[in-house]
């Protein structure tokens, strides 16, 4: 759901281009594969209650938008918000129905293939493991659901997807996750932030890396 409104909250924007939605979960193929009914099924619910049921489906939709993006939005754009309802459920059914067309799942076993280059921008979920660690780049990454956990500070960072610079809808974007993970990516990022300072203080100081020996924050959580 959180997909369709913030797909569709960026296109009454005027943003053209892909939208995407990471389900990483594990590294693991059987986990992202069996994954992909379920996704059909509920996305094809939602399809559904939008064509043939709008007038009932619209306020459960409106709530969601006025308690988990209008506010946000207004804080995080302030003079530049502009968004209206009116504009934004336009596109609630057309989002839903190309998403459903574009659930791909990406891995060793899977036809699936993941491909951007079409002249006409979609909207996407792609489910994965391994393939989707690193190095894969999702264009127009709006929601992410990620599940997969790791105890190294460069693996996390590399799987963390979010990041980019998004000028008109970063307000928009959505990671959901757990507390733990939540919890070791604040940690990343503290460890990244001190290393950033030491470096700025060396700087500051007119010292070189071979006088000044320089160190990473230690957690008993995570591996260096």
């Known amino acids: 759901l959180s997909f369709v409104i913030a797909a569709?909250?960026?296109?009454?924007?005027?943003?053209?281009?892909?939208?995407?939605?990471?389900?990483?979960?594990?590294?693991?193929?059987?986990?992202?594969?069996?994954?992909?009914?379920?996704?059909?099924?509920?996305?094809?619910?939602?399809?559904?209650?939008?064509?043939?049921?709008?007038?009932n489906f619209m306020p459960l939709l409106k709530n969601m938008w006025e308690t988990k993006f209008e506010g946000v939005s207004k804080v995080r754009l302030a003079e530049k918000y502009s968004d209206s309802w009116d504009k934004i459920q336009a596109y609630l059914l057309p989002t839903a129905e190309?998403?459903?067309?574009?659930?791909?799942?990406?891995?060793?076993?899977?036809?699936?293939?993941?491909?951007?280059s079409s002249t006409n921008s979609s909207d996407y979920i792609i489910i994965g493991g391994d393939k989707l660690s690193r190095g894969l780049t999702l264009e127009g990454l709006v929601v992410s659901y990620y599940y997969r956990h790791s105890k190294s500070y460069d693996s996390l960072l590399q799987m963390g997807r979010w990041f980019g610079y998004r000028k008109g809808w970063i307000d928009v974007c959505r990671v959901f996750s757990t507390v733990r993970f939540v919890n070791d990516f604040i940690t990343v990022g503290k460890v990244l932030q001190k290393f950033k300072t030491d470096i700025d203080d060396m700087y500051r100081q007119k010292l070189n890396p071979r006088e000044v020996g320089q160190r990473i924050m230690y957690s008993p959580n995570l591996i260096p």
Do not use: C, W
């Open 8 to 55: 569709s909250i960026k296109k009454s924007r005027g943003f053209g281009g892909n939208n995407s939605m990471l389900i990483h979960i594990a590294r693991f193929k059987n986990p992202a594969t069996t994954l992909k009914p379920l996704v059909e099924q509920y996305l094809s619910d939602i399809y559904h209650q939008l064509k043939y049921n709008f007038n």
């Open 98 to 116: 190309a998403a459903l067309s574009n659930i791909l799942v990406i891995n060793g076993d899977s036809a699936d293939i993941l491909d951007y």
